[in-house]
């Protein structure tokens, strides 16, 4: 059969899939070409996404197999599946041309059904990272976070709370866990586990676990605060990169997202398996934290952000609670200020957790609060 009539019925099929397939809006705009793409994947696509997705996403952050070397590029389809790399041109205007150039050819040959050209300000397809990341070392943060070097051994005093002291230090991420579960439990905040676990992933992606880490976007510390979000938590600005006031407020925020996501996820998914669907939430709260909690109550609405969770929901069997959590930023991206970048941040977050736990795999046990109490004075010790 001519290969132009093989590509025209595998497109039909794509687009024909109609239970399985995103729908558009009568009113929704035309889509960028690069998310037409997006709009015409099926649902179905999302099975086994988040594993496909999170093998290329660790290669970029830990400096693995196609990404040893940091002068390339990787490609990967709609599916998150690895198609091919390539090392860096000189310029990057010659990057470019041949990214453009490889993605015809991964067309030409049948490996996708469509391509995309991209430009500096333009997405193309198939999808491109670049290996080197240099604001990322997650191994030079994780010898931060547990305290590798003395030096980066912290202690402070907080609202009522002690962690470690100036002549006994701990690893950063004891006294992360520390305060977070002691303001977790002053507030009658259970986050589980999981959430708990996560949150040291989220330093990680966040800062590298520094506290002097500072944001174009203003924001601030080591977990990326903005002033208004720190001002609101009654933070002190003296006090706005100390790192147990960071995590305090942190709480807060989480707490506050609880208490909205919670009754909204549970009317669309609260029919899932315990498991699934406690593994699902934690996840998608991780997530309120990065694009905030108004975007996730969309995704979980009746209007036309909401079509993937309504799909989701009604064939829940097929998937796991890690491809549902990125099927509904991946089939949302253009909508509501969702991009690859919101794609990326659960994938990422949970890589750093899982390497975080490799190396310490005691503070992944089952967290309890540890803080010695205090005066109630705020100390400037961290």
């Known amino acids: 059969m001519h290969t132009g009539i093989v590509r ?22 035309t889509p960028a070409p690069w998310l037409q793409v997006i709009r015409d994947t099926p649902y179905v696509f999302s099975d086994g ?5 999170s093998i290329i996403r660790r290669w970029v952050l830990l400096e693995q197999s196609y990404c040893e070397q940091p002068d390339r590029h990787i490609l990967f389809d709609q599916r998150g599946r690895f198609l091919t790399w390539f090392e860096n041109e ?40 670049r290996c080197d990341q240099p604001h990322v070392d997650l191994n030079a943060a994780i010898d931060r976070l547990l305290g590798t070097e003395q030096e980066d051994r912290v202690w402070g005093t907080w609202d009522g709370m002690v962690a470690g002291s100036e002549q006994n230090p701990i690893p950063l991420i004891d006294l992360v866990q520390q305060v977070f ?37 203003q924001a601030v510390g080591l977990l990326q605060l903005r002033p208004e979000v720190l001002g609101d938590c009654e933070i002190a600005e003296r006090f706005h990169l100390h790192r147990m006031a960071q995590v305090d407020c942190a709480v807060r925020l989480y ?51 909401g079509a993937a969770a309504r799909q989701f929901a009604r064939d829940a069997e097929r998937y796991s609670a890690e491809d549902i959590a990125l099927g509904l930023v991946f089939h949302n991206m253009g909508r509501i200020s969702l991009g690859l970048d919101s794609l990326y941040y659960l994938v990422d977050v949970s890589i750093a957790t899982e ?17 010695q109490s205090t005066s109630s004075d705020p100390v400037q010790s961290d």
Not at 8 to 29: G, K, Q, W
Not at 355 to 371: G, H, L, Q
């Open 255 to 305: 707490q506050q997202n609880d208490r909205n996501l919670r009754p909204v996820f549970e009317r669309r998914f609260g029919h899932l398996p315990d498991a699934q669907r406690e593994q699902l939430y934690s996840l998608l709260l991780v997530q309120a934290y990065h694009g905030g909690i108004g975007r996730m109550m969309q995704l979980l609405g009746e209007d036309e952000p």
């Open 8 to 29: 025209l019925l595998h497109h039909c099929l794509l687009t024909m899939v109609l239970i399985t397939s995103p729908l558009h809006a009568d009113n929704e705009p």
């Open 181 to 217: 579960q002691d303001k977790a439990e002053r507030q009658g905040f259970d986050p589980g586990d999981a959430v708990v676990q996560a949150f040291v992933g989220q330093i990680l992606i966040e800062s590298g676990a520094r506290k002097e880490s500072f944001s174009a976007a």
């Open 49 to 53: 996404f988040y594993q496909n997705i």
């Open 90 to 129: 000189a310029s990057v205007a010659e990057n470019q041309e041949r990214l453009n150039r490889i993605r015809e050819q991964l067309y030409r040959d049948e490996r996708v059904h469509r391509w995309v050209g991209g430009a500096a300000s333009e997405t193309g397809y198939p999808f491109a990272l």
């Open 355 to 371: 390497a975080a736990c490799t190396a310490r795999p005691d503070a992944c046990e089952p967290v309890t609060s540890a803080t």
